[in-house]
């Protein structure tokens, strides 16, 4: 199978064609990728990428990638496994050079590495990362709440974008339910140089995700939509303060107070909070 005779709907979808161009004409710098589950922004970006690669290989420019997660140990079955997943999509990987240990992608002299973000001694691997030929153009961040917070976001980026023009972040994540969460109250914020898209397995062709995932999805949403609109819809569905999150505040009726079997006196409940 030749890459040629992919057509790009067939690969990306719908959903992701405007990004896609808006990426092609370099109007933006950071794009931010959320949604549920399902909603293939982790192999839009692997699409992406890979094809991304290659392209500015045959326009004469060598461009690396690096792949990040928080902690190391879960790159290989998530950013590494998508970009492979991708590579075999496209019916390249006898031009790539695939490395499982040390994990590392290469396309000619074009290398994509991968890191881990869990300590200092992490960070200063990355605050001195050089590639053998060119420059880091491409920078993923898988999940990206399980980052502390935008500035650590900064410190990376600003470290592997340099050296080069054209360099593009990717961050994909599924928002948390509290808005007060970091990444939701920053994709709130507008700025010029980023983009943010939202996706959702609704977006996807039905095919592509099998009936049992959709089967799921639809039986989560009847029993708890609360759940489902979180989980696979990527919605902020509280503040995240709520401890009881059916708790339904009305008038105990006497009836009600006389069914009780057991009832405490405030003199028997002071006497128990002393004794513990």
């Known amino acids: 199978m030749s890459i040629k ?26 794009y931010f990728f959320k949604g549920g589950r399902g909603s293939l922004k982790s192999s839009f970006v692997s699409i992406y990428v890979i094809l991304a690669i290659m392209r500015d290989y045959s326009n004469g420019e060598i461009s690396n990638c690096v792949g990040l997660r928080k902690v190391h140990n879960t790159i290989h079955d998530s950013v590494f496994a998508n970009l492979t997943w991708a590579i075999n999509l496209l019916g390249v990987g006898n031009l790539w050079e695939v490395n499982e240990s040390p994990m590392r992608l290469r396309y000619k002299k074009a290398t994509i590495l991968f890191r881990g973000c869990a300590n200092q001694k992490d960070y200063e691997k990355i605050k001195s990362l050089k590639f053998q030929v060119g420059y880091c153009r491409y920078v993923i961040f898988e999940e990206l709440t399980e980052f502390r917070d935008m500035d650590e976001i900064r410190y990376i980026t600003q470290s592997l974008f340099r050296g080069g023009n054209g360099a593009i972040g990717f961050y994909m994540y599924n928002p948390p339910p509290s808005k007060f969460n970091w990444v939701n109250d920053e994709v709130r914020q507008e700025v010029s140089n980023r983009y943010v898209h939202h996706s959702t397995y609704l977006d996807v062709k039905p095919e592509w995700l099998g009936e049992d995932f959709i089967s799921e999805a639809e039986i989560l ?41 057991k009832i405490y006196h405030l003199s028997k409940v002071k006497f128990l909070i002393k004794r513990f």
């Open 5 to 30: 005779q992919i057509s790009t709907k067939e690969i990306i979808g719908d959903k992701f064609i405007d990004v896609l161009e808006d990426i092609m004409d370099r109007k933006h710098i950071h």
């Open 221 to 261: 949403k009847e029993v708890n939509p609360r759940k489902y609109d979180s989980m696979y819809m990527g919605l902020e569905i509280g503040e995240g303060l709520e401890i009881y999150k059916n708790l339904k505040i009305r008038t105990i009726t006497d009836q009600e107070i006389q069914s009780f079997d």
